[in-house]
């Protein structure tokens, strides 16, 4: 319904109330209507999967329609993302948010800072997810509220023309809420308790879930050693239970992301079910690390394949774990991708160890000739070291071309001593570039930085207690924060306007009238920064 709709309809209802609702006015009702337009999480869900889905069909028309998002680990955080997006880009188009299990488990847990191992309690991820909307929600509030203030302001000047200009603007609001991809790490347990999660974060908002092939009583972060995976089918399992939940919630258009750790997992817990040559469980098994044994030298204990023939005894160490065959990683990554394209996923997460395009497409290209319309998530993780990475394969690129790199050492290639070199001018130009060139060449569809709020937060905290607790005083405070926010617009420089103060007073005001008891009034010190 459109503003004007919204008054219409209130304004019939309220006369219909035999005079009993006459104080309710019609349009400050409409006002709150479109400052509230997601009632539930559930709306917000459907919403953003529709979202989804229309920019994964662009993006199959045309690769540099890709998408981005950072990580969040509070409202306040997405909230001021999204209200910055909108400031310098003027939309949120394929712009998204990431929730990152790891920055739950670091910072949102009760047990305090946990390593991303799936310790945390599994009802902190939906609750992230509901908190992040209400923060997104109240942005939107806010926005309309000003915009509503200078309506107010428009007809008190006389002033027509302003007024439908911002009429239309109104009616043309483009939301803060975008879609989110939501971590639902290994699903916290057997396939029930995957999808009791998956139907709270879809209850909280999220329309696109990601979840690992990892055992998930020994999940580890996918750039840490000792990763152990599961076979395919108990990984199935758990991806039919977030599309039965997102079925079941009427969320049909919902998305799974499935991430695949094989490129860095060598190890499994189970051997799989195998019920004929070929199948799932039998090429996951092809990949142990195994020795032909005769019969009569079996121990006890040994688990026996039987394989063409021979009889094979996978590796089995002390930890009771069996190990993958080395150099494997690569083509049980192909397989997990396809598996998973094939029974239901829509979208695939690789995890690897570094940012390479063509590392990353020459798997892509293998999965493509399968799934011809096969796509990624990739992690632009903080975890790599983005310029010596980038340096190195420059370094790489000049030496195979026969280009003299004498007066570089490779090893030492994140010094600042190279810092404005050639190479390091180049390095940097593929930084800049890689979302867009890997886009185009090795099917990523959206990329996202995990953890990268963690990483400013601490980084601004360090800038700023360094200069207010040292000389600069209260000067480190004024120019390194609220200078720059008043030059550069920060939104959040009016805190009390952010936290919704004046959104109070419009309420006060509709409530009690003249009588109202208002913040927002000549004295209040946010006004120092009206200019």
């Not at 047990?111 to 509901?130: N, W």
């Not at 000003?146 to 043309?172: P, T, W």
């Not at 696109?208 to 152990?228: F, R, T």
Request: charged letters at 25%.
């Amino acid at each position: 319904m459109t503003y004007q709709t919204h008054i219409a309809q209130l304004t019939n209802l309220i006369a219909e109330q035999n005079g009993t609702w006459d104080a309710i006015s019609p349009e400050s009702v409409a006002r709150m209507r479109l400052q509230n337009r997601f009632a539930t999480g559930l709306d917000i869900a459907r919403y953003t999967a529709a979202i989804m889905r229309k920019d994964m069909a662009a993006y199959d028309a045309d690769p540099a329609n890709y998408t981005q998002s950072l990580g969040c680990w509070h409202g306040f955080i997405a909230q001021q993302k999204m209200i910055s997006i909108k400031k310098h880009f003027g939309t949120t188009d394929r712009r998204y948010l990431y929730l990152s299990g790891w920055m739950v488990a670091a910072m949102r847990s009760e047990f305090g800072p946990l390593p991303d191992q799936s310790m945390h309690e599994k009802t902190s991820v939906p609750a992230l997810i509901e908190e992040l909307y209400t923060f997104l929600r109240q942005a939107d509030a806010r926005e309309l509220g000003m915009m509503f203030r200078d309506v107010d302001a428009a007809r008190a000047s006389g002033n027509a023309i302003e007024e439908q200009r911002l009429l239309n603007a109104i009616e043309n609001h483009q939301t803060h809420v975008v879609p989110i991809i939501a971590d639902i790490d290994a699903g916290f347990g057997n396939a029930e308790a995957t999808y009791l999660l998956a139907r709270k974060m879809i209850e909280a908002g999220a329309c696109a879930l990601q979840i690992e092939n990892q055992v998930s009583d020994e999940k580890q972060c996918g750039h840490q050693d000792g990763k152990v995976t599961v076979p395919h089918e108990d990984f199935l399992a758990k991806v039919r239970a977030c599309r039965y939940a997102f079925l079941e919630l009427g969320v049909e258009d919902g998305i799974i992301v499935t991430r695949t750790d094989s490129l860095g997992a060598g190890l499994t817990k189970q051997i799989a079910v195998s019920k004929e040559a070929g199948d799932l469980g039998d090429q996951y098994n092809s990949y142990l690390d195994c020795e032909e044994i005769d019969p009569a030298t079996a121990q006890n204990g040994d688990v026996i394949l039987n394989r063409d023939g021979k009889l094979l005894r996978p590796k089995r160490l002390p930890s009771n774990l069996f190990q993958f065959r080395a150099g494997t990683g690569e083509d049980r990554c192909v397989m997990d991708c396809i598996a998973s394209l094939q029974n239901g996923a829509d979208l695939l997460w690789i995890e690897t160890e570094k940012p390479h395009i063509e590392q990353i497409a020459g798997m892509v290209d293998r999965i493509r000739e399968v799934v011809p319309n096969a796509k990624l998530v990739y992690n632009n993780s903080p975890s790599f070291n983005w310029t010596l990475n980038f340096r190195q394969q420059v370094f790489d690129a000049w030496s195979a071309a026969g280009e003299d790199v004498s007066a570089y050492d490779r090893a030492r290639l994140m010094s600042v001593d190279y810092d404005g070199t050639l190479l390091a001018d180049e390095a940097d130009e593929r930084i800049r570039t890689f979302q867009a060139d890997s886009a185009k060449r090795a099917g990523i569809f959206h990329h996202l930085i995990t953890l990268p709020t963690y990483h400013t937060a601490a980084l601004s905290t360090d800038n700023l207690a360094k200069e207010y607790f040292g000389d600069a005083g209260m000067l480190g405070y004024v120019k390194g924060v609220q200078r720059k926010e008043i030059r550069e617009g920060i939104a959040c420089v009016k805190h009390q306007n952010m936290s919704g103060s004046d959104l109070g007073d419009d309420h006060k005001e509709y409530f009690a009238g003249e009588a109202a008891l208002k913040a927002g009034g000549a004295h209040n010190t946010m006004n120092q920064f009206a200019a």
